[in-house]
Nanobody, 126 residues
Framework: VQLQAFGGGLVQAGGSLRLSCAAS????????MGWFRQAPGREREFVAT????????RYADSVKGRFTISRDNTKNTVYLQMNSLKPEDTAAYYC????????????????????WGQGTLVTVSS
């Protein structure tokens, strides 16, 4: 699948944003999807993943309780709702996908994904 992420922007600390990642192709519903982010001068890191069905999710400790990943397989779209944003959440956010009915116990490493969208920049001001 081809992925396109959007929805980034500038927000004040404590605010919210929702990122979307639209997928082309008819196999999206069989893909595990993930969100990663990369802050300036830092390596890309895992944020969240969701199973092919949407029934299971997993989060990085740094975003747990603030971010929610979800998907709508009828719209070929995965979302990342980000609440209570902090300046340290500032980064380029990337969506990624891999085909298969994997457990969300896996899917936290970049190398596990074979499809990537372009980044969408999120800037959180203090």
């Amino acid at each position: 699948v081809q992925l396109q992420a959007f929805g980034g922007g500038l927000v004040q600390a404590g605010g919210s944003l929702r990122l979307s990642c639209a997928a082309s192709g008819r196999t999206f519903s069989s893909y595990q999807m993930g969100w990663f982010r990369q802050a300036p001068g830092r390596e890309r890191e895992f944020v969240a993943t969701i199973s092919w069905s949407g029934g299971s999710t997993r989060y990085a400790d740094s975003v747990k309780g603030r971010f929610t990943i979800s998907r709508d397989n009828t719209k070929n779209t995965v979302y990342l709702q980000m609440n209570s944003l902090k300046p340290e959440d500032t980064a380029a956010y990337y969506c990624a996908g891999r085909p298969g009915q994997y457990s969300v116990a896996s899917g936290t490493w970049e190398a596990q994904y074979d499809s990537w969208g372009q980044g969408t920049l999120v800037t959180v001001s203090s």
